[in-house]
């Protein structure tokens, strides 16, 4: 019985793997020409810069060497992004600078480019540095006013947000809240950058100073691609100014098992890694009499670029099904009060519908933060079931609950028979 | 409120009960984990119960809450189906296996090892170090 049901499972884990890696012979046998961009001329600038890149494929990142001719005495910028898309929300709740007034808007997008990155001449890398040892407090639009790139951020300047004001009564029954006409495209850039500041979290995830520019004009630049980003097609752009472009270069990124893309996330990941975790943390949880949703989730957010939304709603779900089998195994021998149960169940049922739509709202710092306390105060819980005071009595409440466990069973049994 | 659980009589204080299954709710789904290890010493500490009532009915209050909290994560697109699909098959396996390794380790050593390691977690996670 057992035999064939983890048989079932790991047919149904060979169809997933079959269904992720599609065969060989499909995925990137074409290369991608560059897509004719739309290059504009007439600018004061001069004729936009040649591009040439000396791959157009990749295997999980690696280095691309772009290079090409601009304007002499011009910086070049070259900005990269690729194909696949995630989703990506800021909640502002910050008092306005002016009024005082706290906003409550919720921004999100669904547009985000899963990668994106900005490279700047390499003699900005103090610049950037700078804005690395600020911390947390990085701000983007100042970041590319310094090092004279605001013009040449593009791409995820126009993705669609909407925003929602939210309110203390939409939020409790659960509703984003109304839905506020779309912005002017100046404030849809300036959101943008938050966004994107959500997405990628360091400024180094963002920009990079790589780009080497001869007085000719000629530029050059060793550009890596870091492993663990989303497989498909990515456009290489340089430009020397918001009007000056060149033409789109394009190479396709490809990924292979173990590797395995969650488009939720947006990241690519080595399926084992996760997979171990989970095993190793679900036995511990087991083990101490806790779940292993406590570990799990913070971990998971630490150790990879994983949105904290996306790992609380799968985490979650993963339990359901320990949960129901250990719900079936005592209502067989009659050893749950389904009055207390379901009671103290459907307070939690309006608890459970209120918490999730608050994940969105908070940042990833103020989700480990809380955490934290969370933590602490379950080491705290722990601990005081190791005194032995806590030991005593429970060793007298294990031996009543075995007791009245072996009662059920018998009781169970002779009903069956 | 009364229960009646294997012919023994409880009093139950409903309103503290679901209060504070409500802002376990709140808080473990808005996290998405479970909230056993809080449930059990609400019920026991906090609404008097014995052990042997607490075990089954804690699981199923909770199994209430993962399973709002899982459709609403849902609603949200929280829910990544590659992310769950590699996450599940541990899961179950662990849960096979845990119960071979229980027999040999001692819950108390568990236990201590899981104060040191949770409050190590916790002191990263608020930037102590």
């Not at chain 1, 690696?62 to 800021?90: C, M, N, Q, Y």
């Not at chain 1, 307070?347 to 209120?354: D, L, N, R």
């Not at chain 2, 089954?56 to 993962?66: D, K, R, V, W």
């Amino acid at each position: 019985m057992r035999k064939r049901w983890l048989g079932g499972l790991l047919y149904g884990a060979w169809i997933t793997l079959g269904a992720l890696y599609p065969p060989a012979s499909m995925a990137g046998t074409t290369p991608i020409p560059a897509a004719a961009a739309p290059a504009t001329t007439s600018s004061p600038a001069g004729p936009p810069p040649t591009i040439k890149i000396d791959k157009t494929s990749l295997d999980n990142g690696g280095t691309i060497v772009v290079s090409g001719k601009a304007p002499a005495g011009k910086p070049v910028f070259i900005e990269i992004w690729g194909d696949k898309l995630v989703r990506a929300s800021h909640f502002d709740a910050k008092p306005d600078k002016t009024t005082g007034k706290r906003p409550y808007v919720l921004y999100m997008t669904s547009e985000m480019p899963a990668y994106y990155k900005l490279f700047v001449p390499v003699s900005d890398q103090d610049k950037l540095s700078q804005a690395k040892a600020s911390g947390k407090k990085w701000n983007l639009d100042s970041l590319l006013k310094e090092v004279g790139a605001a013009g040449i951020y593009s791409t995820p300047g126009k993705i669609k947000i909407d925003r929602y004001q939210a309110t203390l009564m939409g939020s409790i029954v659960g509703s984003r809240g109304q839905m506020l006409p779309a912005m002017a495209e100046q404030e849809n850039r300036r959101r943008s950058m938050e966004l994107v500041k959500v997405r990628f979290r360091s400024p180094d995830k963002v920009l990079g100073a790589e780009v080497k520019v001869s007085p000719d004009g000629a530029y050059r630049a060793e550009i890596k691609i870091r492993k663990g980003i989303a497989p498909g097609k990515y456009t290489v752009v340089a430009a020397v100014d918001g009007n000056t472009r060149s033409q789109a270069a394009s190479f396709e990124n490809h990924i292979g098992f173990p590797l395995i893309y969650l488009p939720n996330a947006g990241t690519s990941i080595n399926l084992f890694w996760p997979f171990l975790l989970t095993l190793a943390i679900s036995i511990f949880g087991v083990l101490m009499g806790a779940g292993g949703g406590f570990i799990m989730n913070p971990l998971f957010v630490s150790l990879w670029p994983l949105p904290h939304a996306v790992v609380a709603g799968t985490v979650m779900p993963t339990v359901l099904f320990s949960q129901g089998s250990g719900i079936y195994n005592y209502s067989k021998i009659k050893f749950i009060s389904w009055k207390l149960g379901v009671t103290i169940g459907l307070a939690m049922v309006v608890g459970g519908f209120i918490g999730p739509k608050l994940t969105e709202l908070i940042t990833l710092d103020q989700f480990k933060f809380v955490f934290g306390w969370i933590l602490l105060v379950l080491s705290g819980l722990m601990f005081w079931q190791t005194t032995p005071g806590y030991l005593a009595k429970n060793k007298k409440e294990q031996a009543i609950l075995k007791e009245f466990k072996q009662k059920a069973e018998a009781n169970a049994k002779a009903k069956g028979n | 409120m009364t229960v009646n659980f294997w012919g023994h009589e409880f009093k139950v204080n409903v309103v503290l009960g679901c209060l504070g299954g409500f802002l376990i709710a709140v808080v473990s789904s808005m996290f998405g984990f479970g909230g056993g290890p809080f449930m059990v010493p609400l019920m026991t500490v906090g609404l008097g119960l014995p052990m042997y009532v607490v075990v089954g009915s804690s699981l199923l209050a909770i199994f209430f809450n993962t399973m709002m909290g899982t459709a609403r994560h849902y609603q949200f697109g929280n829910f990544d189906l590659t992310f769950f699909l590699i996450m599940f098959p541990a899961a179950i396996l662990g849960g096979f296996i845990a119960p071979q390794i229980a027999k040999r380790v001692s819950p108390l050593t568990v236990k201590r090892i899981a104060v040191v390691g949770l409050a190590l977690l916790a002191l990263n996670l608020l930037g102590v170090y």
